[in-house]
Structure formats: structure tokens, C-alpha cells
């Protein structure tokens, strides 16, 4: 059964402030968003694996450790974007495969529109960025996606999640361990999360017109 871990911390509340006010500009967006990916990625990766090999300090010989897995890092487009550099700081090793989702604007279900996935050679552990799960329809056609490349481990990170993206990932992808900031209230009419932020694609790389 898959989990969900909910961040507690209160530089998370501050930087969401910034992330949900509508006042906020796309530059210090974006930047709220790059902390509150950092803080989640710190999280999300502590039960990574990791091996012994040898170093030497300057002092002494001794044991240093390094991450056994290999690791894919999937940003859902465009707002995925955004959580990558994060991500990359801390696991430089990882491999960024983009997968590209739209929501249609009438039935806010995903269009699957560019994948860079390979055919072979699957990582070991996935990573899927998206700053928002709302109906969970673009997470789980981008975890069918990894399925087929056949991906083992898959973990979803998101800064906004909604109670109706975690019951269907739960649902269709019990596997799947979600790790976010926060679960906010509920879904709005047009399936926007309440009270969210707004469309992040849209805020993050100025494009509301
Ligand atoms: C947003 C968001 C997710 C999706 C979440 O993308 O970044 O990918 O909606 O909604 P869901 O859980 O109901 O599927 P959007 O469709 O706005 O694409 P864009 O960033 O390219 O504008
Ligand atoms: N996508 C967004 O960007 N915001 C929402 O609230 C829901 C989906």
C-alpha cells in the first residue's frame, strides 16, 4: 500500500505563502518553488540506498558511502521544469527524462504530448516532478508510462496535492509513495485545487496574459 508523506515545517508554510499569493511575480515564484523542491527532495530521498566504498581523507583511510540506485528524475511539463535544478543539486548523477502532459481545458484530462523516455535500460528508482497533483490524471499516465519502460520504484513529488489525486494514485498505483507539502481542501468545478495556487505553468514562466 502506498504512503503519503506530508511535510511539517514551518519554512514550508512561509514559502507557500509566497508560492499561493496571487501578488506574487514569476522570478520570486520560481524561487519559492526551487526552496520548497529542495525541502521536499530531503525528504522524499532518505530511505535512498547507499553502499560503502573506500576514500582517503587527508588524516586517514576510511569508509565513504555513495547511492547504490540509479536514479531518473521524470518533470511533467512544463511546471515539473521547475523542480528539477533542486533535485539535480542533490543527486547529480540522476538522469532527467522529460514526459510531456496538458490538462484539456474542458475535461481536465491529461494529453500526452512529447516523451523522452528510452525504450530499454529502466532506471532503478523514479522521481516524478509536479508541483501540483489535482485530479492525479496526469500522475498516473505519466506512472503507466514509467510502467511500461518498466521502472520498479516510483515515488511522486508534488508541492500541492489535492485529497482526490491521493485517492486515485492510491487506487490505480498503490506502489507509488506521494511526498508533498501540502493536501489542500478539495477540487473546484473546473478542477483546480482550492485554495492552490492557480495554474502553475502559467505563473511560473509568466504566461497568464
Ligand atoms: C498542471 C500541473 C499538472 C496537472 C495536474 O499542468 O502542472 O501537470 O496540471 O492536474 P491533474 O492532477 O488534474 O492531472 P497543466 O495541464 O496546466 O499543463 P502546463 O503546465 O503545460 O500548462
Ligand atoms: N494544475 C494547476 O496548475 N493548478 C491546479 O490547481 C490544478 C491543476
Redesign the pocket.
Known amino acids: 500500500m502506498s504512503s503519503t508523506r506530508i511535510l511539517d515545517h514551518p519554512l514550508v508554510d512561509c514559502h507557500l505563502s509566497v508560492l499561493r499569493n496571487k501578488s506574487t511575480r514569476p522570478a520570486e515564484f520560481r524561487q519559492s518553488m526551487h526552496r520548497l523542491s529542495m525541502l521536499l527532495a530531503y525528504s522524499a530521498t532518505a530511505e535512498m540506498k547507499t553502499s560503502e566504498y573506500p576514500i582517503e581523507t587527508p588524516i586517514q583511510k576510511m569508509h565513504g558511502r555513495q547511492l547504490v540506485d540509479r536514479v531518473g528524475l521524470i518533470p ?5 521544469i521547475a523542480m528539477v535544478e533542486p533535485m539535480l543539486d542533490l543527486i547529480p548523477t540522476a538522469e532527467v527524462w522529460h514526459l510531456g ?3 484539456d481545458e474542458t475535461t ?1 484530462t ?1 494529453v500526452h504530448y512529447y516523451s523522452k523516455l528510452p525504450s530499454g535500460s529502466p532506471v532503478e528508482l523514479a522521481f516524478v516532478l ?10 498516473c499516465l505519466a506512472f503507466e508510462t514509467l510502467k511500461e519502460w518498466g521502472v520498479q520504484k516510483v515515488k511522486m513529488l508534488a508541492i500541492i496535492a489535492a485529497p482526490e ?1 491521493i485517492d486515485k494514485i492510491h487506487r490505480e498505483f498503490p506502489q507509488v509513495d506521494i511526498h508533498c507539502c501540502v493536501v489542500d481542501k478539495q477540487l473546484d468545478e473546473r ?1 483546480y485545487i482550492v485554495p492552490g495556487l492557480g ?4 505563473r511560473m514562466f509568466n504566461t497568464t496574459g
Do not use: F
Open positions: 511533467i511539463l512544463r511546471a515539473g502532459l496538458y490538462r481536465a491529461p509536479d508541483p501540483m497533483l489535482a485530479t492525479g490524471g496526469s500522475a489525486g478542477k495554474d502553475a505553468g502559467d
